[in-house]
C-alpha cells in the first residue's frame, strides 16, 4: 500500500476551496511515498466535479454516485471501501465541519490512527504533521508510528492546485448498506449573506478589537471607500454585534483569498490567520511590534491605527 486517496469537498453543487488544497498535500505525499493520487468525488453531479478537479497531479478520479448532499453514513462507508480499493496509505480531508464528522468514523473502520488539523506534512520513515498549539504561538509534530493514516488538513495552508491534468476517471460502485443510514439532508437554511460577498472580494480592509469602539469603525469604512475595498472583521468585532457574521473573517467565519487583505488593529488569533493566508499581499496596521499578525503579513506599520488609517484615507482621496 502506497497510494493516497483524497476525498473531495463540496456543497450544493460547488467544490469548496479546501479541495483544490487537499490536492496539493495529497500530491506531496504520494510523491514522498512513491505512490498513486486517488480522489474520491462523493455523491452530487459527479462527473461535473471530476471534470473540475482534474488538476495538480492528480492519477485518478474515483466518482460515487449516491445521493446529491453530503451524508455522514454514506460517505463513512464509500469513503472506507474506496480506501481499501485502491489501497491507500493515506486518507486526506479537509479539516471542516464535514471532514471532521466522517474522518474519526472512517479512521476507526479501518483501524487507522487519525491526525487532525495538519499545517504541514512531512514524510521521512514515517509519517510525521504538524499541527499548531497555544493560538499558533507553538507547533507541535506529531509523528504517526504506522505505515497508514487519515489526516485533515487545516484550510488555507496549501495553495490551491491549477494546472490542468489527464486523470483517468473511474466510476466506484460503493456498496451502501441503507439500513445503516441514519441520517438525511431535509434542505438548507441560509445564514444571511448581507449586501456582499467577502470571499468574492479582490480588496479587503478588516477590522479587529483595536478600533475599540463602534463608532470607529467609520474610520475604516472611509479608507475601505477611497480604495474601493470592502470591510470585513474579526470575530471579537462580530461578536460584540458591531458588524454582521456575513462579514466575519477565519475559521468560524469565511476563509478569505483578496489580491490585498489589510488588517486593522487585529492581533492575528490563529483562527483568524488561517482564514487569510490565501490573501496574495497581507498587510497589518497595529501598534503592537509582537502581534502575531505580522508573523502572517507581507507589509507592516507599527503605529497608532487613529492615526495611521485617516492619513492613508487622505492620501488615497
Known amino acids: 500500500m502506497s497510494g493516497v486517496l483524497v476525498v473531495a469537498e463540496h456543497r450544493r ?22 505512490g498513486e493520487l486517488h480522489v474520491a468525488v462523493v455523491s452530487g453531479p459527479v462527473e ?10 492528480v492519477d485518478r478520479i474515483h466518482t460515487v454516485d449516491c445521493g446529491e448532499e453530503f451524508n455522514h453514513d454514506v460517505y463513512t462507508q464509500a469513503v472506507e471501501q474506496l480506501a481499501t480499493a485502491v ?6 480531508v479537509g479539516n471542516t465541519v464535514n471532514g471532521l464528522d466522517y474522518a474519526p468514523a472512517v479512521a476507526e473502520r479501518l483501524g487507522w490512527p487519525l491526525v487532525t488539523d495538519a499545517v504541514d506534512i512531512r514524510i521521512d520513515d514515517r509519517l510525521s504533521v504538524v499541527r499548531e498549539l497555544y493560538g499558533g504561538k507553538a507547533e507541535a509534530t506529531v509523528r504517526v508510528d504506522a505505515d497508514s493514516a487519515v489526516v485533515t488538513i487545516r484550510p488555507g495552508e496549501w495553495p490551491a492546485a491549477g ?3 489527464d486523470a483517468t476517471v473511474e466510476p466506484f460502485d460503493a456498496d451502501i448498506d441503507e439500513a445503516a443510514v441514519k441520517t438525511a439532508v431535509s434542505g438548507f437554511e ?11 472580494a479582490d480588496v479587503l480592509v478588516s477590522v ?8 470607529n469603525i467609520e474610520l475604516v469604512q472611509e479608507l475601505a471607500d477611497a480604495i474601493g475595498a470592502t ?9 460584540k454585534g458591531w458588524l454582521p457574521a456575513d462579514r466575519q473573517v477565519g475559521q468560524s467565519g469565511k476563509t478569505v483569498s483578496p489580491d490585498v487583505y489589510i488588517a486593522i488593529g487585529i492581533s492575528g488569533a490563529v483562527q483568524h490567520v488561517a482564514g487569510i493566508k490565501g ?3 497581507i498587510i497589518a496596521i497595529n501598534d503592537d511590534p509582537s502581534a502575531p499578525i505580522y508573523d502572517a503579513a507581507d507589509y507592516g506599520i507599527v503605529d497608532d491605527l487613529f492615526e495611521v488609517v485617516p492619513a492613508l484615507t487622505e492620501q488615497f482621496e
Open 87 to 92: 489501497e491507500a496509505s493515506y486518507v486526506v
Open 231 to 239: 470591510v470585513s472583521a474579526s470575530r471579537p468585532i462580530v461578536d
Open 279 to 281: 490573501s496574495e499581499t
Open 190 to 200: 441560509e445564514v444571511g449573506t448581507g449586501d456582499v460577498d467577502i470571499s468574492d
Open 208 to 215: 479587529g478589537r483595536g478600533i475599540e469602539d463602534e463608532e
Open 13 to 34: 453543487g460547488e467544490i469548496r476551496d479546501v479541495s483544490y488544497a487537499q490536492l496539493v498535500a495529497g500530491r506531496e505525499l504520494a510523491d514522498a511515498t512513491g
Open 163 to 165: 494546472d490542468t491534468g
Open 48 to 57: 461535473e466535479f471530476a471534470a473540475d478537479l482534474d488538476r495538480g497531479g
